[in-house]
């Protein structure tokens, strides 16, 4: 059993009164954009057209239809894997298991009129999900525990997650929520609306075609690399709880297409020769984007790989090395930089009029500069003065020059 007085670690994300409005402001805020996004005005900051009652939202064919995504989804997850990969290695230096197979089709319907109740049943069913992992993590050992999210109070625990990798026999629930079900969802939520814009208007639009492009781009290649998310710090140090499920159930799904909702209801011309732009500008996020995770990622796995061993490193006293040149001796995090070129990208062919399609990049540059400074945190902890080095070497986190 766990200790009931909770772990020291410092609280974020405001502690238990910052998890408590986060809780409401998160699902609020994805019903506010989905029903903004097909009214008229389509204002980002405006009141929503009206507030749906519980009929409109609940639906026990959509729950069950979303019930039965999530069922096909670990269905494919316990099928015969591709590949195991093991995990980071925890408190007890023991390390999971994980298995790489993914993808799978699924024929789409009238998806486009379905997303209200559809994102009902996944904030609902994300709370009763919560409420699972927090009560397992109740009878967790102490070692299976997050080094956040096991403080003691059950609000931020229930938030942030107490149990770091809670699992049923080999069946990891966050390593399953963290890609599969979210960001397939995304791209099939994307694809109905580009069907559904080819049904009312004869083809699809360029604009369409871009955000579909793009966001199918990201998507693949956050799959092709499903094992480097093993060492994201989604997955080696928080835990999972409200925060994460929702944001991997329901939030990525709906607010992530949030581009290609807005352009069937608010289709934007678009010629070849901004297109021709805007595809250079995720080309260029996309290369920076790929290039410094390709690079560390290498380089964590074998430092001496051809690739990366001419890069300057400083050494650090836990025996890893931190990489000062190429990619990541430019800022302190240039994968965040190309993550954020590409979030222009994605907004750009939906146009200047609406802030709504910009949404995304608003919020995704909240998250990473959050993000950042959480995991600088991190850095420091493990590295203590080596960090302090890499810091006064390279000095700018994510834009160069400028922060
Ligand atoms: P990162 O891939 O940025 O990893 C950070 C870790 O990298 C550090 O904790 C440290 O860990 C290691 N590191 C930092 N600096 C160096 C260095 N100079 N040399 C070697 N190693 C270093 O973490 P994230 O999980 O935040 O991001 C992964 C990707 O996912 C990013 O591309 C991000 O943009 C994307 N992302 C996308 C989201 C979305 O919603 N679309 C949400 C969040 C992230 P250690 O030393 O232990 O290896």
């Known amino acids: 059993m766990a200790s009931p007085q909770g772990s020291r670690a410092p609280l974020e994300f405001g502690g238990p009164l910052g998890a408590a409005a986060l809780m409401l402001l998160l699902p609020a805020t994805m019903f506010h954009l989905l029903l903004v996004v097909r009214s008229g005005p389509a204002r980002l900051l405006g009141p929503p057209p009206y507030l749906p009652g519980l009929q409109v939202l609940w639906s026990p064919r959509m729950l069950l239809l979303w019930l039965t995504w999530l069922g096909l989804q670990a269905a494919l997850y316990l099928l015969p894997a591709r590949k195991v990969a093991e995990g980071q290695e925890l408190k007890d230096k023991s390390r999971l298991l994980y298995p790489i197979n993914v993808l799978a089709g699924l024929p789409l319907g009238a998806l486009p009129e379905m997303l209200l109740p559809l994102a009902f049943a996944a904030t609902f069913t994300t709370f009763i999900f919560s409420l699972f992992l927090y009560l397992k993590a109740l009878v967790a050992p102490a070692s299976a525990l997050a080094p956040g999210g096991n403080s003691g109070n059950p609000i931020y625990d ?5 149990e770091l990798n809670p699992r049923v026999w080999s069946f990891d629930f966050k390593y ?6 979210g960001l397939i969802g995304w791209v099939l939520i994307n694809l109905a609306m580009l069907m559904q814009e080819a049904e009312l208007r004869g083809s699809p639009s360029l604009a369409m075609w871009l955000v579909n492009g793009f966001q ?8 092709w690399h499903e094992e ?17 499920a929702f944001g991997d159930l329901a939030w990525v799904p709906f607010t992530y297409s949030l581009q290609a909702q807005f352009l069937l209801h608010h ?16 080309a260029v996020g996309y290369y920076i984007f790929r290039g410094a995770n390709s690079q560390k990622n290498t380089f964590r796995k074998n430092p001496s790989d051809p690739r990366v061993a001419d890069l300057e490193t400083i050494p650090t006293a836990t025996g890893r090395q931190l990489l000062v040149s190429g990619w990541w001796g430019m800022v302190r995090h240039p994968n965040y930089l190309g993550d954020l070129i590409m979030a222009l990208a994605w907004s750009l062919p939906c146009g200047v009029s609406h802030l709504l399609p910009y949404f995304y990049l608003l919020y995704f540059t909240a998250l990473l500069v959050h993000r950042e400074a959480r995991d600088e945190q991190q850095c420091l902890q493990k590295y203590g003065l080596a960090w302090h080095e890499y ?7 994510i834009l160069p020059y400028i922060y």
């Open 267 to 282: 289709p934007q011309p678009l010629g070849l020769p901004v297109a021709s732009v805007i595809c250079l500008i995720n």
């Open 391 to 397: 810091c006064r070497r390279v000095p700018y986190r």
């Open 158 to 162: 229930f938030f942030l997650g107490r």
């Open 216 to 223: 199918l781009l990201y998507v693949g290649d956050a799959l």
């Open 176 to 181: 399953f929520c963290e890609l599969r079900p």
């Open 228 to 244: 480097a998310v093993l060492t994201t710090m989604d997955i080696t140090h928080d835990g999972f709880g409200f925060m994460l």
